[in-house]
């Protein structure tokens, strides 16, 4: 066997699978926004290029460890179409501007239940300011799974965004959590801009079985999952360390929570 065979077979998940760990697992995606216009937050899409087709057996588009990456992504859409920029007030101190004033696509209000600055006190650099979206996407399995948050660095940006998103890793099948989008501002002379429907983000999931594959489904927002997501979202508003609430959040857990619309 090939050393392309046999990454195809999947070692992996052929040694995982002996140990009960099935080859799929289903993960539900739902949205838990409470203000209006839920409908800016478009489905989870799986990621896909297109390039042209090959012209050779050696090109990348046939390279199984590219091919096995790249369709393990799933593209979280930008909501809103948004330019945004720093400037200093006549004391010095840095201020959050809407670049296109009258014409923005969006109202006061809005913005303010979009995103906030954080304190300068939770910035990991003075220079460099943190913004933090909302982006309530949900994703919960009744399996152990984790759900991965990268900057989407498999699509190209002719005009590249002035500073780094910050990725996240956390288990959906104990603290299914709404995500959030925070962008670490490092150079304060450009602006960022956001375009409704071009990549905001990245999510992929890991499992106990490295060759599983998931299946992502629009999940039913049930009581039992609206109650359990009521009992953690915010403790970190309480709490530091959220990670050692895990195993009273598992105890808390309903046996099922995954429900396919």
């Not at 392309?4 to 838990?32: I, S």
């Not at 948004?82 to 006061?108: C, K, T, V, Y």
């Amino acid at each position: 066997m090939s050393w392309d065979d046999y990454f195809a077979e999947d070692a992996g998940a052929t040694e995982a699978e002996t140990r009960g760990k099935a080859r799929t697992l289903t993960v539900g995606w739902t949205v838990k926004w409470d203000a209006k216009g839920s409908t800016i937050w478009a489905p989870p899409q799986s990621f896909s290029r297109s390039d042209p087709k090959a012209k050779s057996a050696k090109s990348i588009q046939a390279c199984p460890a590219a091919v096995d990456f790249d369709r393990r992504h799933f593209v979280i859409p930008c909501p809103v179409d948004l330019e945004l920029a720093f400037a200093r007030n006549a004391q010095g101190q840095l201020q959050l501007i809407d670049n296109n004033g009258e014409n923005s696509a969006m109202r006061p209000q809005g913005r303010a239940n979009l995103f906030i600055v954080q304190p300068a006190s939770e910035w990991r650099h003075p220079e460099r300011p943190i913004i933090q979206f909302t982006a309530p996407y949900v994703f919960v399995a009744d399996e152990p799974c984790w759900v991965v948050q990268t900057a989407p660095h498999l699509h190209w940006f002719p005009e590249p965004r002035p500073g780094v998103q910050m990725g996240g890793r956390y288990p959906v099948h104990i603290w299914p959590r709404p995500l959030a989008w925070a962008f670490e501002w490092y150079d304060l002379s450009k602006p960022l801009k956001l375009t409704r429907g071009e990549p905001w983000f990245y999510v992929h999931f890991e499992t106990e079985n490295p060759g599983a594959r998931v299946r992502l489904v629009e999940q039913e927002m049930t009581e039992d999952l609206d109650g359990y997501l009521n009992s953690i979202m915010d403790v970190s508003n309480y709490v530091n360390r959220t990670y050692g609430l895990f195993s009273e959040a598992q105890r808390q857990r309903p046996a099922k929570l995954v429900k396919p619309k």
